[in-house]
T-cell receptor, first 115, second 112 residues
Framework: DSGVTQTPKHLITATGQRVTLRCSPR?????VYWYQQSLDQGLQFLIH???????AKGNILERFSAQQFPDLHSELNLSSLELGDSALYFC??????????????FGPGTRLLVL | AQSVTQPDIHITVSEGASLESRCNYS??????LFWYVQSPGQGLQLLLK??????LVQGIKGFEAEFKRSQSSFNLRKPSVHWSDAAEYFC??????????FGQGTTLQVKP
């Protein structure tokens, strides 16, 4: 158990709908990263938040957005869903060590199926 | 551009035999390197990491990896594989923005 929790574990929805995925980082970690894992694209970085502020964006679609709340949990919002959005969505949390090194610990993921 | 290549999509090893899973990276600065394992239906578990220092890194479950700067490689090894090691293994490099760049993964099958 990494200490990172994600809910829900599974999500089935229809095209055009909107869903929210939730992530709680390990106690004390200020950074949250979101990744998407799909068969054709592999593991891709989506977005990074640090202590409530967006730090970096990857290949995240405009239909997707995220935020990190004062209690440090994060939500990934996916809207106008398409079949191709079906994937496993991971969040990871990390704490910076001295020297700028960080290790990311991953949650169990949310498996999204868009029908 | 930063990238990670895992040349072996699939590896089959007999139980008790040794494993080597290859990883090559492309990164301009000193890389931070990681190996993660994903069992079916599970999340990613950190096996080991390299930041600096000793180039032979020990991890959990008896895994080790060796950083070779001259070859831009960070190959994962295990002397004796167990059936429970069957999983997908991902090599990753940490970028200067913090995000991880992953290889495509290597699926390990263990024969009894």
């Amino acid at each position: 158990d990494s200490g990172v929790t994600q809910t829900p574990k599974h999500l089935i929805t229809a095209t055009g709908q909107r869903v929210t995925l939730r992530c709680s980082p390990r106690s004390g970690d200020l950074s949250v990263y979101w990744y998407q894992q799909s068969l054709d694209q592999g593991l891709q970085f989506l977005i990074h938040y640090y202590n409530g502020e967006e730090r970096a964006k990857g290949n995240i679609l405009e239909r997707f957005s995220a935020q990190q709340f004062p209690d440090l949990h994060s939500e990934l919002n996916l809207s106008s869903l398409e079949l191709g959005d079906s994937a496993l969505y991971f969040c990871a949390s990390s704490a910076l060590t001295s020297g700028g090194q960080e290790t990311q610990y991953f949650g169990p993921g949310t498996r999204l199926l868009v029908l | 551009a930063q990238s990670v290549t895992q040349p072996d999509i699939h590896i089959t090893v007999s139980e008790g035999a040794s494993l080597e899973s290859r990883c090559n990276y492309s990164y301009g600065a000193t890389p931070y390197l990681f190996w993660y394992v994903q069992s079916p239906g599970q999340g990613l578990q950190l096996l080991l990491k390299y930041f600096s220092g000793d180039t032979l890194v020990q991890g959990i479950k008896g895994f080790e990896a060796e950083f070779k700067r001259s070859q831009s490689s960070f190959n994962l090894r295990k002397p004796s594989v167990h059936w429970s090691d069957a999983a997908e293994y991902f090599c990753a490099v940490g970028s200067n923005t913090g995000k991880l760049i992953f290889g495509q993964g290597t699926t390990l099958q263990v024969k009894p």
